[in-house]
C-alpha cells in the first residue's frame, strides 16, 4: 500500500506564502503524475497544479504566476510553493500521486489527507 503524507498548511495573512509538502511511502515502483487539488466550503474539489514524471506542469488559471508545483522523485514528494496568496485561495488542499506498486498491475491515484490553507484579508 502507499500513503501519503501533507505538510506545510497554515493560516496566512493576503499577499504571503505558504509551501505545501506532499511525501508518499510504501510498496512504490514507479511515480507518474503528482498534483494538487482543492476544495472551498460549497464547491468542488478543482485541480490546483500537475507535474508529469518528465517535468511538466499545468496549472489551474487563477493560480498562473502565483503558483509553483515542483517534485523531487527520490523523496517521492511534490512541493506547491504559494505566493501572493488571496482570500480566495481558502480551501482544504489535497495531494494526489499516481502510482505504480507491482509490474503487474497499472498505477492507481492515492490521495493526501488534506490540508488546510487559510488566508485572512
Known amino acids: 500500500q502507499v500513503q501519503l503524507v501533507e505538510s506545510g498548511g497554515g493560516l496566512v495573512q493576503a499577499g504571503g506564502s505558504l509551501r505545501l509538502s506532499c511525501a508518499a511511502s510504501?510498496?512504490?515502483?514507479?511515480?507518474?503524475?503528482m498534483g494538487w487539488y482543492r476544495q472551498a466550503p460549497g464547491k468542488q474539489r478543482e485541480l490546483v497544479a500537475g507535474?508529469?514524471?518528465?517535468?511538466?506542469?499545468n496549472y489551474a488559471d487563477s493560480v498562473k504566476g502565483r503558483f509553483t508545483v515542483s517534485r523531487d522523485n527520490a523523496r517521492y514528494t511534490v512541493y506547491l510553493q504559494m505566493n501572493s496568496l488571496q482570500p480566495e485561495d481558502t480551501a482544504v488542499y489535497y495531494c494526489n500521486q499516481r502510482v505504480k506498486t507491482s509490474p503487474f498491475r497499472p498505477p492507481a491515484d492515492y490521495w493526501g489527507q488534506g490540508t488546510q490553507v487559510t488566508v485572512s484579508s
Open positions: 510504501g510498496s512504490i515502483v514507479r511515480i507518474d503524475t
Open positions: 507535474i508529469t514524471s518528465g517535468g511538466a506542469t
